[in-house]
């Protein structure tokens, strides 16, 4: 008689165990810790209260959506492989599960192809009014969706060739479009972090202090490069102030908004002279495209030296702790100079030096040492995941690890298996994204504490959208194909993509692609690459470069001045007092090793650039075509200012080395390269005295260094 409530008690229960109340729970509080985590990613790269509002809502969005979805796939797998309703980790509802993609993979498709770029644009315009924005921004965005239009159209002509024209292939087309292209970036950049993170953390001190050194000239460089540009342009900005004729009120206004101090722009030694290339003449006709122009430019320049003295203080100080560290070895106490860089669980009162010291010589580097190793195995598990998923995945070692087998079954994915695949996916877009600070080819876009400028966070929240997607649905190809085809992910997303033959042929190229930059990564290809051709895309940090072109003695001596108190703007150029007042100031860098190539030019004084002087009708008529050219510009269309950048754009490529040897004359002919004599001494030196003609110096031939004449 109590069999049946026996058997409804043990329905109810069973019901009960499968609902997903607690599931719920679960991904609500994984949504609340992810924006929570976004707003203060946000807040440590950029200043809340003063970022405009259609500036940090799209950004947020493009961060916490990709996040979202790595959260997204562990949840899926676990909800489309339950077994009777039963299910070991969290789950959800087929419908919630489909609702969540569409609303998460929609919204990020729209800030990866048109809000962000549109917007990135509008933020770097340099106009006042948002409909001057909005119209500068289409025009910049021209160029690329005309590229993107042709591409969709070559893949519209293949879709219907396929299978004819119907709406599910015009979509398929966009996704697989997307798709494609986001995965050939990620592949490329995947394979390069997989080798550079575990590296990374190999490097014991000495060989990271090695590589700051390195890196410490050209950093330098730049930042005394961008100094003076900056000052070119304040120097010009108020030359429109001091005009009082010829500008309307809102110019004025306008005028005076670019010169008030904007909270990037940062305190620039005055003594510094102008470069005389950068010197422009204001046009006599002050128009709205010309002070955008400016607008932009300044921004750009001040946002360009707050990255270059945020990245160099950062540098000066990681080479000042790891000197520490490797001093400490004589006293066996460790004391730094700065102590707020360091982990607030080592800045506690009851830390000695002698804690500190055993904390980064003993653990840190056992500490780093596992890592290595345990990053190691991951990149060359993902490795050989991707060649094998193709060929046999049930031997993938993700597959193994995330999916578990029991008898005949056919394959569960419990809690610890979601848990597995979370890391293997967070892994992923970690080495992905680390990858986009090593390469060269972005521009000038850097993320800096607090300082980060509005195009730049609007092109990295992009290509971390751009990029997780894909990522993320190469991660479910690692599993078998019974598995892949029971998921949600895959009926959204997968079926669209397998429409055609060309997923099958990318299937097969795939681990060929990730091969490459790891392979090159590895065997430093980059680095002879460089050396062949004189630049690259990644810095090679592995050799030792020439004095006065980035070597690390250089870089040794700049730090070493930097933590004496010298101020970095004193290496970089002469000040103008120093030529005026006939001060011998000591340079920064001996004149015989101060680098060639990276040092801004110097100032020459009126009185011995007299014959350069123009004359006030030669002024007047250069302010007159300066102004006939800014009212031409202000009427030239989309394709002939495309045409300008273009030029412009070869015009300003830098020649490799390799290629300016071309055309010299052999040193049997006199074409050998001079080296300038060394300031101290009176005699002369190694290559002070090669004549121009190695004939004519026996009739009275002048030399190639000196001129003096031989008697």
Request: with cysteine; glycine share 8%.
């Given at each position: ?46 200043p809340l209260r003063t970022t405009p509002a259609y500036l940090l809502i799209p950004v947020f969005l493009a961060l916490a959506l990709p996040v979202s979805l790595i959260i997204l796939v562990p949840i899926d797998l676990a909800s489309s492989l339950r077994d009777d309703g039963h299910s070991a980790g969290i789950w959800l509802p087929e419908a919630a599960v489909e609702v969540a993609w569409r609303i998460a993979y929609w919204l990020t498709f729209a800030l990866t192809w048109l809000i962000l ?595």
């Amino acid at each position: 008689n109590e069999s049946p409530k026996c058997s409804g008690g043990y329905s109810q229960m069973n019901m009960n165990m499968s609902s997903p109340v607690g599931s719920v729970i679960f991904v609500l509080c994984a949504l609340t810790s992810i924006s929570l985590s976004v707003l203060l990613l946000l807040r440590y790269y950029l200043p809340l209260r003063t970022t405009p509002a259609y500036l940090l809502i799209p950004v947020f969005l493009a961060l916490a959506l990709p996040v979202s979805l790595i959260i997204l796939v562990p949840i899926d797998l676990a909800s489309s492989l339950r077994d009777d309703g039963h299910s070991a980790g969290i789950w959800l509802p087929e419908a919630a599960v489909e609702v969540a993609w569409r609303i998460a993979y929609w919204l990020t498709f729209a800030l990866t192809w048109l809000i962000l770029p549109l917007l990135g644009e509008y933020v770097d315009s340099g106009y006042r009014t948002p409909r001057d924005r909005m119209t500068y921004s289409l025009k910049s965005n021209a160029q690329y969706y005309l590229i993107v239009l042709a591409c969709g159209l070559l893949g519209l002509v293949y879709i219907l060739w396929q299978n004819g024209f119907n709406g599910p292939s015009v979509k398929s087309l966009v996704m697989a479009l997307a798709y494609c292209v986001g995965l050939i970036q990620a592949v490329l950049l995947l394979g390069h972090g997989l080798v550079a993170v575990p590296r990374q953390l190999f490097r014991n001190d000495e060989t990271r202090l090695r590589s700051l050194q390195i890196k410490a000239p050209k950093l330098h460089g730049k930042l005394a490069d961008a100094t003076v540009e900056l000052q070119d342009l304040n120097r010009q900005l108020d030359q429109l102030k001091q005009r009082k004729t010829g500008i309307s009120r809102d110019t004025e206004d306008w005028i005076e908004e670019l010169g008030e101090a904007g909270p990037h722009s940062i305190p620039i030694l005055s003594t510094t002279p102008p470069t005389i290339e950068n010197n422009h003449v204001v046009p006599a006709v002050v128009t709205d495209r010309y002070l955008a122009d400016l607008g932009r430019r300044l921004m750009r320049s001040r946002h360009k030296v707050v990255r270059f003295t945020y990245t160099w203080n950062r540098l000066v100080q990681e080479a000042a702790n790891i000197q520490a560290i490797l001093h400490s070895n004589t006293t066996k106490k460790l004391e730094f100079r700065n102590d707020s860089t360091q982990p607030r669980l080592l800045q506690l009162s009851f830390i000695t030096p002698q804690t500190r010291y055993f904390f980064y010589h003993k653990c840190n580097p056992l500490f780093r040492m596992v890592f290595g190793i345990f990053f190691a195995l991951a990149s060359v598990s993902i490795i050989w995941s991707e060649l094998v998923k193709f060929i046999y995945p049930r031997i993938s070692i993700i597959s193994i690890t995330v999916v578990r087998y029991s008898g005949e079954d056919e394959g569960k994915v419990g809690f610890g298996g979601q848990l597995l695949s979370l890391l293997w996916i967070m892994y992923m877009c970690t080495c992905t994204l680390s990858s986009l600070g090593d390469i060269k080819v972005w521009g000038n876009r850097a993320l800096v504490r607090r300082n980060t400028y509005g195009e730049s966070a609007c092109w990295y929240a992009c290509q971390v959208a751009k990029l997780t997607v894909p990522l993320t649905y190469n991660f479910l190809t690692f599993m078998p194909p019974y598995i892949i085809q029971k998921t949600t992910f895959y009926k959204f997303l997968g079926k669209l993509i397998d429409l055609t033959p060309l997923r099958v042929w990318f299937d097969a190229l795939f681990p060929v692609l990730i091969l490459l930059p790891a392979c090159a990564t590895l065997f430093n290809i980059y680095g002879r690459v460089k050396k062949l051709l004189g630049s690259g895309i990644i810095d090679d940090e592995s050799e030792e470069s020439n004095f006065g072109s980035g070597g690390w003695r250089e870089g040794r001596d700049l730090i070493d001045r930097e933590l004496q108190g010298r101020p970095h703007f004193e290496s970089a150029a002469l000040t103008a007092s120093s030529y005026c007042d006939g001060v011998d100031e000591e340079p920064s860098v001996p004149s015989s090793r101060q680098p060639t190539s990276r040092t801004p030019t110097l100032y020459v004084p009126p009185e011995e650039n007299a014959s350069d002087t123009l004359s006030s009708g030669q002024q007047q008529a250069q302010r007159l075509s300066a102004a006939t050219e800014a009212a031409e510009e202000e009427d030239e269309t989309v394709f002939s200012g495309f045409a300008h950048r273009f030029r412009n754009t070869i015009e300003n490529v830098e020649r490799p080395d390799w290629l300016s040897e071309f055309g010299k004359r052999p040193k049997w002919m006199g074409g050998g390269e001079v080296e300038a004599p060394s300031g101290g001494s009176n005699g002369p030196t190694r290559g002070s005295e090669i004549p121009s003609n190695r004939i004519g110096r026996f009739f009275g031939g002048r030399t190639a260094s000196s001129g003096r004449i031989r008697l």
